[in-house]
């Protein structure tokens, strides 16, 4: 009777173990799918962070040039300001 006690204490002991082993498992599998939704989304907002910059390099060296070439005081001029404005904003959101 004695013996069959040992080996259910014992085997109570090793269930217990192995639940906790697969919680600490499953909890490491979290976090590593988090870990890695983390990494793509940072790629993802990198990628179009560099896009809008490409973008924007144009609007803001062609508004400037072309502000040269227009009546400094006149609707045309504060058109270009606008939009040389509002590119140095976009380009700053990074």
Do not use: C, W
């Not at 906790?20 to 940072?42: C, I, N, P, V, Y």
């Not at 790629?43 to 490409?54: F, R, V, Y």
């Amino acid at each position: 009777m004695r013996r069959r006690l040992v080996v259910a204490v014992v085997s109570y002991r090793r269930a217990n173990e192995l639940r906790e082993a697969e919680r600490k498992r499953d909890e490491f599998e979290h976090h590593l799918q988090q870990t890695q939704k983390m990494e793509s989304l940072g790629k993802l907002a990198g990628g179009i962070a560099h896009d809008l910059n490409n973008a924007l390099v144009p609007v803001l060296a062609l508004s400037t040039l072309v502000m040269k070439h227009v009546p400094e005081h006149g609707r045309a001029q504060d058109n270009l300001r606008l939009i040389h404005k509002a590119g140095e904003r976009a380009r700053d959101l990074n």
